[in-house]
């Protein structure tokens, strides 16, 4: 028996959605894989490093961030608890990931090679169309990332991520998961950036600010 958070875990990843319990404990036991622990801060890989793992996160986070040649680090995303990391680079012929990704807090891994995952997926059509499925919305993700990041002013970025957050939690009173500043690496932009839009809605009315938390106000004035 798997222990309850890695089976949780699994239970969020795209790669088992749609299974139970028991479907994916009967299809990970025709395997080989294994549970590698890493520690906060442990890099995770570099850019330019080849991918060589079919790697599930089933505990902790892990940070991606990429470098222009400045030397100036964008975050590109964050992986949790059933993400798989770098699934586009596994079976790629260039399989050099593009970002470095480093863990965030103490990290488990569920870890099997590419060719473990081919034989997973080549047992269950249900588990190749979830990959399938996968890799399609990772390159929607990246073309509406590119869009936000290349076209959008800092005013419409920071208004973006508000009214992003508020639909996520469901609630026009929204808490925030990061810092300032990591916010602010996650839209390329700088902190005093951040700090000087959103100054300016709490000016407008359109949020009022405690903190982490933010009231949105007038969602019309979010523009």
């Given amino acids: 028996m798997m222990n309850d958070f890695i089976m949780h875990a699994l239970r969020q990843c795209p790669l088992f959605m749609g299974m139970s ?3 994916i ?3 990970l036991g025709s ?3 294994q549970i590698v622990s890493l520690e906060k801060r442990d890099v995770y890989a570099l850019a330019g490093m080849p991918c060589r793992f079919a790697d599930i996160v089933v505990k902790g986070s892990l940070v991606c961030r990429m470098a222009s040649l400045s030397g100036k680090q964008v975050e590109v995303s964050r992986l949790q608890a059933g993400d798989i990391i770098a699934p586009a680079f596994i079976f790629a012929k260039d399989n050099t990931i593009p970002v470095s990704v480093e863990t965030d ?3 488990k ?4 090679t590419p060719q ?3 034989l997973l997926m080549d047992n269950d059509p249900d ?4 990959f399938i499925q996968t890799l399609s919305n990772i390159d929607v993700f990246l073309t509406h990332k590119m869009k936000v990041l290349s076209l959008f002013t800092v005013r419409e970025k920071v208004a973006y991520l508000l009214l992003e957050t508020a639909g996520e939690q469901n609630s026009n009173t929204i808490k925030l998961q990061r810092s300032r500043q990591e916010i602010a690496n996650s839209f390329g ?3 005093f950036s951040l700090l000087r839009v959103l100054n300016e809605f709490e000016k407008e009315g359109a949020i009022r600010i405690d903190g982490k938390t933010i009231e949105i106000l007038q969602r019309e004035k979010l523009k």
């Fill in 189 to 191: 932009i700088q902190k």
């Fill in 127 to 130: 588990i190749r169309m979830n």
């Fill in 21 to 23: 319990e028991v479907s």
């Fill in 116 to 118: 473990t995952l081919r």
């Fill in 31 to 33: 395997i080989n894989y």
């Fill in 25 to 27: 404990e009967l299809a």
């Fill in 109 to 112: 891994l569920l870890r099997m």
């Fill in 105 to 107: 807090s103490e990290v």
